[in-house]
């Protein structure tokens, strides 16, 4: 057994008994394993073993990584997942590309997305990345703009709104992290009120994953820990 595989295993079982814990439904939470930075090798061992999605941060590393497994390990069928900022100028690349869009925070990007997205291809899955922290260093939507957002996408064909995302503030309180998660939580259910693909919740690493489950994470981001260290010289 590789030390990928070990890992996802042991992330595995802490979701497993986070889920437990706070009486959460048995795999209602799913594991997006982080491989930014990371070989084509270190994918293929977790996809082998039974991760089949992951998500990119940059978009000329992630382009070329689904292009590599497209052309030579279609037979994985994974699930890939953009979670960094969209500049405009690489909206195609990755309309052509993912299967999901975890940051957006802009009705341009949303417009740009959609009329990039090939016809061929199913409709982009995305999220609206919210500010939960209120920091100006952290991208996201304010509170009160996610409405106008989310309104605007579904009303666009190529594309199908899934959800909320965010990137809190790094802390360690346990009280504090659960705060901002139900704040977004709160958010995620108005809208799924209106819009029946609403059902995700994209929030929650290494460090919060637990007080992301107890808040009702469906999807929670984890790099390290799967696959150790990132080497960003070779991003």
């Known amino acids: 057994m590789s030390s990928i595989q ?15 814990k706070c009486g ?25 073993s039974g991760q089949l999605a992951f998500g990119e941060n940059y978009v000329q590393e992630g382009v070329t990584k689904v292009q590599f497994f497209n052309q030579n390990h279609p037979e994985l069928d994974i699930e890939w997942h953009f979670i960094g900022p969209i500049q405009s100028n690489k909206t195609r690349h990755v309309a052509e590309h993912f299967d999901w869009v975890h940051t957006i925070d802009r009705a341009k990007t949303a417009q740009r997305l959609n009329d990039q997205r090939p016809d061929h291809m199913p409709a982009l899955k995305v999220l609206i990345q919210v ?14 703009d996610i409405f106008a957002l989310a309104e605007l996408i579904s009303s666009l064909p190529n594309l199908t709104l899934r959800g909320l995302m965010s990137i809190p503030a790094n802390v360690t309180d346990y009280q504090s992290q659960l705060d901002a998660f139900q704040s977004l939580a709160k958010l995620q259910k108005v809208l ?3 819009y029946p693909d609403v059902d995700t919740l994209s929030m929650g690493m ?29 991003k």
């Open 6 to 20: 070990q890992n996802i295993e042991h992330i595995t079982s802490q979701i497993e008994a986070a889920q437990q």
């Open 24 to 48: 959460r439904a048995p795999d209602s939470v799913q594991l997006l394993a982080v491989s930014k930075t990371k070989p084509n090798q270190a994918i293929l061992d977790a996809a082998q």
């Open 131 to 144: 500010n939960t922290s209120g920091e100006d260093s952290k991208s996201g939507i304010n509170d009160e």
């Open 192 to 194: 799924s009120d209106k």
């Open 206 to 234: 290494s460090g919060d994953m637990e007080a992301a489950i107890e808040a009702g994470s469906t999807m929670v981001r984890i790099g390290t820990a799967i696959f150790g260290a990132r080497d960003y010289s070779k």
